[in-house]
């Protein structure tokens, strides 16, 4: 079974119509090219006026609130895709926003986002720096695919947040600072989303990659898809709408949760995996491509901010998904 259709031809798509971000972004993360060889085309991304917006915009990284993790504009999800698509620390946009991060850390090694909880919701009504289990991994991620150095700023922390796990994953779960605020869900169910950000961290680390903590986590969103009409704990569903395809991988939906667990070899035969593998795979055009079939409003003017065309981006990311189970 293949599991991409016409991947050279995906690849030189791509690489013709994508921007010059997404064509670095596919020779360093797709076609393994050094980044020596890439320095033209390294400018040119860097000189887009949209990566030139998101690049001011993380500078000033705790300016806004962070009251809904689905929005676009925080700063943790631009920069998480500055660095997704091959930029590092050299770019000094990303280490500013970096050096802001790495200002806010609590005792326990975990580094906090300024958020207001309403007090009708348990909080302070006040903009406080703390961490929901919902916004923190995302931030120890960012730092380690940054190259911060993980015994001496991230290892805390993320053995901290691992001690929260339960059987099938991780709860609802905030810092002190936000009191008693928890979601709309039984206090005794795990966060979907908190799950899928834990395990998105855990497999980058290589001391949690193959444990059973990750592997049951794993398994935890696996039974969830597989229960998917009678179980949505904090209201995470996996209906029509997680199946659309959409872009980028940065909430609860079909393309973001399958590029967490095509990270981990333990799951690749289960059967419920591969179920969600082939949804994917049936949504290729006949020359391999993907066209969005959901989109964020916010990224209107960026390839996959339109459901009429193939999306570069989009099949960008499929084919990074897909070319990792090797069917």
């Known amino acids: 079974m293949n599991c991409l259709l016409e991947g050279m031809d995906a690849i030189s798509f791509i690489l013709k119509n994508g921007e010059a971000w997404l064509q670095y972004a596919t020779k360093i993360n797709i076609l393994k090219e050094n980044k020596e060889n890439l320095a033209e085309l390294r400018l040119q991304a860097l000189s887009d006026s949209k990566i030139r917006a998101y690049l001011d915009d993380i500078t000033n990284y705790h300016s806004i609130l962070v009251s809904n993790h689905k929005n676009p504009d925080l700063p943790i999800h631009k920069l998480l895709f500055l660095l997704d698509i091959g930029f590092d620390t050299d770019v000094p946009e990303i280490q500013t926003a970096v050096d802001r991060i790495l200002e806010h850390k609590d005792s326990r090694g975990v580094y906090q986002s300024l958020t207001n909880i309403p007090k009708h919701f348990g909080g302070s009504g006040e903009d406080i720096f703390g961490w929901c289990l919902c916004d923190a991994p995302l931030l120890l991620f960012a730092l380690l695919k940054a190259?911060?150095?993980?015994?001496?700023?991230?290892?805390?922390?993320?053995?901290?947040?691992?001690?929260?796990?339960?059987?099938?994953?991780?709860?609802?779960?905030?810092?002190?600072?936000?009191?008693?605020?928890?979601?709309?869900?039984?206090?005794?169910?795990?966060?979907?989303?908190?799950?899928?950000?834990?395990?998105?961290?855990?497999?980058?680390?290589?001391?949690?990659?193959?444990?059973?903590?990750?592997?049951?986590?794993?398994?935890?969103l696996l039974s969830l898809w597989e229960n998917s009409l009678e179980r949505h704990p904090y209201m995470f569903y996996m209906g029509t709408d997680f199946r659309k395809l959409k872009a980028p991988a940065m909430w609860y939906d079909i393309v973001s949760v399958m590029d967490v667990l095509s990270r981990f070899e333990s799951i690749k035969s289960d059967a419920r995996f591969l179920e969600m593998a082939s949804i994917i795979m049936s949504k290729q055009d006949n020359n391999g491509l993907f066209t969005p079939e959901a989109v964020f409003q916010k990224f209107k003017g960026w390839d996959f901010g339109q459901k009429k065309n193939p999306s570069p981006y989009l099949t960008y990311l499929c084919y990074q998904i897909l070319g990792r189970i090797a069917l």
Do not use: W
Not at 167 to 184: A, D, L, M
């Open 147 to 220: 190259g911060i150095d993980y015994e001496k700023h991230i290892k805390q922390g993320v053995d901290y947040l691992v001690d929260f796990y339960r059987i099938s994953g991780f709860p609802c779960t905030v810092s002190q600072e936000f009191g008693k605020f928890r979601g709309p869900g039984r206090k005794d169910d795990c966060c979907p989303y908190a799950s899928l950000i834990m395990l998105k961290l855990l497999s980058a680390i290589p001391e949690y990659r193959e444990t059973e903590i990750a592997e049951n986590t794993a398994m935890g």
